[in-house]
């Protein structure tokens, strides 16, 4: 390409941001451009947006009414030195990818037409990011080596039922959620008391979660929330990260269920992890840090429910014991054939084998939004594992 035609180039994306972005300049080279889904970080939702790739930076844009033809505004600016870009491991959102850069993170999703694009696009990202970090040592997202200096990747509000710190379940009036600004976690208000300047945003002073905090300023005294992160708190047996479990587990899913003389059908996320194949663990949703309870499988029985018992759900089964009795009700008749099967073998205390994990298309759900057992809200499904 020649000078002439990168700087006409250059004058056509000059006049899209409405003459506001200096980005005229020979050391300037426009890479690629064009419209996205951003997925929100709150709830999922997915809001047009406009991304323009250069040689040195990526700018985040937000569309503005204009009366003579579509203008652009820049909502972030993103260095491509030390960017990082990852395929989203979400199979029920297809064609997204994580952004995750010194000033922000971003995660897309690619609309229909530039589906075809889609791949070429990773891999400049790709080729730009590992061209300007040959000489770098300290990858980034090193543990703590990062933590400030570049945008986290939050995790979603819906995705998480109790503060990733203290565990206490939220709710709307007394606990409500807050992103950590520092690690993206989903914390509580009194775990997010304190403010930090982080080098990302420019030194400007963020909330930021208790652990954040001391990582970067140290000890800060006597505090309430400080104290309950002590290194000698015990940890109780339901401290098993319901994301951490999931990567290594056995089978994992959103199921409904319902115990014997139950009034009726809730939903969760349920685990069956890899070291503990023969413990149930129940979750309320797919990024809680503590499960709501557990339930040791052996000795439980698999099958399909009595005649008379008449659910009101579909791919109905049970597993009992004694008097004890629960009911599960997957989304698929592929689901309950895997977990039926899960579930026998660890009621009869056989050992699993290792094996590939099998992966499901999944309809997008979300988690129930209360750890008290109340009736559940759907929310975004990870993809269901099976190693049976």
Known sequence: MSGEERMHKLLKVYELLGGEEDIVSPTKELIKEGHILKLSAK?????????????????????????????????ARIDVDGMELKESSNLNLPRTFLVSGKQRSLELQAINSTLLKHEQTLETFKLLNSTNREDEDTPPNSPNVDLGK?????????????????????NSITKRRHHCKACGHVVCGKCSEFRARLIYDNNRSNRVCTDCYVALHGVPGSSPACSQHTPQRRRSILE???????????????????????????????????????????YGAPQDVKAQRSLPLIGFEVGPPEAGERPDRRHVFKITQSHLSWYFSPETEEL?????????????????????????????????????GATAEPSEAPQTRDKT
Not at 151 to 166: D, G, H, L, S, Y
Not at 341 to 361: H, K, M, Q, Y
């Open 43 to 75: 709830n999922g939702t997915t809001q047009d947006r406009y991304l323009i790739l250069f040689n040195d930076r990526l700018l985040y844009c937000v569309p503005r009414l204009r009366l003579l033809g579509q203008k652009f505004s820049v909502r």
């Open 150 to 170: 570049r945008a986290p990747t939050p995790i979603r509000e819906k995705e998480v039922t109790m503060c990733m710190r203290c565990q206490e379940p939220f």
């Open 240 to 282: 098993k990260q319901a994301s951490v479990a999931a990567e290594n587990s056995v089978i994992c899913s959103f199921l409904h269920y319902m115990e014997k003389g139950g009034k009726g059908w809730h939903k969760a996320w349920f685990v069956v992890p890899e070291n503990e194949p023969l413990v149930l663990y129940i």
């Open 336 to 372: 309950q054939r895997r977990w039926m099967a899960v579930l026998g073998r660890a009621g009869r205390g056989d050992t699993f084998c290792p094996g590939p994990t099998l992966s499901e298309d999944r309809e997008l759900e979300e988690a129930p939004v209360a750890a008290s």
